[in-house]
């Protein structure tokens, strides 16, 4: 035991303890994404198991057609304009919320719930409420009367992402309000006294206290946004019918499902995923980087 513990560095009771969930990781999560490199430098189908196909190797020829399909490319400027939208309403909404609801306010365990709900409420049950309100004929265009775009906002070519961008947002706003009230939480609120003492008003004292304090969670909120919205799949689904109208909504997750199962060309599937995985790796990094700031 002693000697186990030299080699390791560590109790081997750990080791052990962790060693499930460490094969699960690579069963669920290492295994596919080497499989889908793999994939991505071949040429691949799916076909009838046990049949010998041959999958020769084809290099960046799979690389090479992905990033030269203007489907593929408008795919990836969806999703960036989606991008553009919900990251900074995401920070922005659920940073200023949590400032209001870290305050003494009546209610307020009430609307933290009531925030926390369209997050764990099923997307089939919110998508079908979003699609009621604005729908041609919805609550939203019977209130704008003459203002209502035409068509209508989620057959628009126009506004279906930033539609969708503004429902995923509501959506996901309760989640990201608790992490920014837990990184509340551990603000000295001395610093706040300091700062009224000092002659600070709210804005100063959110510039100078608040923000600074909650610049971890900021940098937790925008990597998490930024994965999350660039492997959007759910929301263009049901919202617009699979990425319409005419393809105005489709993002690569989407073009990944449609290519590779509807179509059976896993193989060009995997070569934009493997595209998406570097880009949201290289935004994520940025990300993090923007809001951490120095130590």
Do not use: C
């Not at 046990?50 to 030269?68: C, E, H, K, Q, Y």
């Not at 990184?183 to 610093?191: A, G, K, M, Y």
């Amino acid at each position: 035991m002693a000697g186990l513990r030299r080699l390791t560095g560590r109790d081997p009771v750990g080791w052990v303890l962790s060693a499930p969930y460490a094969v699960f990781l690579a069963a669920v999560f290492v295994y596919p994404l080497g499989l889908g490199v793999w994939i991505a430098f071949h040429e691949y189908t799916f076909t009838a198991p046990g049949a010998t196909v041959d999958r020769p190797f084809v290099g960046l020829d799979n690389l090479t057609a992905a990033l030269s399909d203007p489907q593929v490319l408008a795919a990836f400027r969806h999703v960036a304009v989606f991008l553009v939208i919900n990251v900074p309403l995401t920070v922005a909404g659920s940073l200023l919320l949590a400032v209001a609801l870290n305050a003494a306010v009546r209610g307020r365990t009430f609307f933290r719930v009531a925030y926390y709900v369209p997050y764990v409420t099923a997307s089939v049950a919110t998508v079908t409420v979003w699609l009621f309100m604005f729908s041609e004929d919805g609550v939203v265009n019977g209130a704008l009367g003459g203002l209502a775009p035409s068509p209508s906002w989620l057959v628009s070519s126009t506004w279906a992402m930033p539609m969708i961008a503004l429902y995923v947002t509501w959506k996901q706003l309760g989640f990201f309000i608790l992490l920014y009230l837990s990184s509340l939480q551990n603000v000295p609120r001395e610093l706040y006294e300091s700062a009224r003492t000092d002659g600070a008003g709210w804005w100063q004292s959110f510039r100078a206290v608040t923000w600074p304090g909650t610049r971890a969670a900021t940098a937790l909120v925008v990597t998490l946004a930024l994965i999350t919205g660039a492997n959007l799949f759910t929301e263009p689904y049901l919202l617009t019918n699979g990425g319409g109208p005419n393809g105005a909504s489709t993002t690569p997750v989407l073009l990944i499902y449609q290519q590779a199962i509807q179509q059976n060309h896993p193989d060009r599937a995997a070569a934009i995923g493997l595209v998406l995985v570097v880009g949201v790796l290289a935004l994520a990094w940025v990300g993090r980087r923007l809001t951490e700031g120095r130590d």
